[in-house]
């Protein structure tokens, strides 16, 4: 069987395929007041060279002689991205499904060994292609905050919590979103979407692929969809507040909705934003994705959105309404 040859992406701008609800909750977070001396605090108990130092000691590197295979996929995805360096790349004992970045300056990629167990080579490749998008995005600084909140005691932090639930709330708020982007770059490293939604229906619970089945799994996702009273919203937000990543069945909709958009297809054939342009400023993102969420919530059917989105226009019009009695009132 021919094996269709993967184009080269050259000089693609990640923010070609970059989800506008990252941008957005990204931008977002920047400007969250506290964040600066949240990562300062972080950086005062550890720091990225000792981060590398632990992978080095309790960890393997993967070079051409250790887990060559990885090494070679990992190199083919810098390739495809045409991206200036192959970051170095960790596998570490667990029996999760997982894998992260971690790092600033020069981020790393780490695979959980559990993985390498159970998914084949292509799923391998979408999983360095995710970590490599965000990377590439600059997720990775975010990432490694979030990481060291989860094995610091706040009480060595020296913040109130008034302070950190905000920012704890905001960071996995985009955390989650994050993972919407790196799944698009999985694709487009691929240039398939098969792999990503295999190793989601994997991630699910469907180790063994001879068990399961795409169709079924995507009506198992309208199902959940399709759960639409006031109470089933409001646990379906309250069942991810504190997740670090979307529901399986909302990815694999996210990924199918972009890859057959249009916009999967004019990136192959050439149509990006390329590295080194003028890049959007932070206020753009946050409108751009302001947009996006006003377009969601218009479009969407389920209640807790509406209910949200009727009250934001109730807002406006109240305070349309007040702005036009105070000019009536005013008027010379």
Not at 79 to 87: L, R
């Amino acid at each position: 069987m021919l094996v269709p040859k993967i184009k080269k992406l050259y000089d693609i701008d990640p923010r070609s395929w970059e989800h506008p609800a990252d941008r957005a909750a990204l931008a977002a977070l920047r400007s969250l007041k506290g964040l600066d001396e949240l990562v300062s605090t972080i950086l005062s108990v550890t720091s990225e060279k000792s981060l590398r130092l632990m992978h080095l000691a309790s960890a393997i590197k993967v070079t051409e002689r250790q887990y060559s295979r990885i090494f070679r996929l990992m190199a083919e995805v810098t390739d495809t991205f045409d991206w200036p360096f192959t970051p170095t790349v960790f596998v570490k004992q667990s029996v999760e499904y997982n894998a992260g970045v971690l790092g600033a300056k020069e981020p790393f990629i780490v695979l959980n060994s559990y993985l390498l167990r159970n998914f084949d080579e292509t799923e391998v490749k979408a999983i360095l292609a995710h970590e490599m998008g965000h990377i590439m995005s600059g997720h990775a600084p975010y990432k490694t905050l979030i990481w060291m909140l989860a094995r610091i005691s706040p009480y060595l932090l020296g913040l109130p919590k008034i302070v950190l639930i905000p920012i704890f709330a905001a960071l996995y708020e985009w955390d989650r979103k994050s993972e919407l982007t790196a799944d698009r770059a999985e694709v487009l490293a691929l240039q398939d979407e098969t792999p990503s939604l295999n190793a989601l229906m994997r991630m699910a619970g469907g180790e063994d692929l001879s068990e399961v089945d795409i169709n079924e799994f995507f009506l198992q996702a309208r199902e959940f969809d399709e759960q639409k009273s006031l109470l089933d919203s409001v646990h379906k937000m309250f069942n991810q507040l504190w997740q670090s990543h979307p529901f399986p069945v909302e990815r694999i909709q996210e990924l199918r909705t972009w890859s057959a958009s249009g916009a999967f297809g004019a990136i192959l054939d050439g149509n990006y934003l390329k590295r080194g342009y003028s890049a959007e400023t932070p206020e753009e993102d946050i409108k751009a994705g302001f947009e996006f969420y006003k377009r969601d919530m218009e479009d969407s059917e389920d209640p807790l959105t509406r209910l949200a989105s009727n009250l934001g226009k109730g807002i406006e019009k109240a305070a349309g309404n007040l702005e036009d009695a105070f000019k009536e009132l005013f008027k010379p």
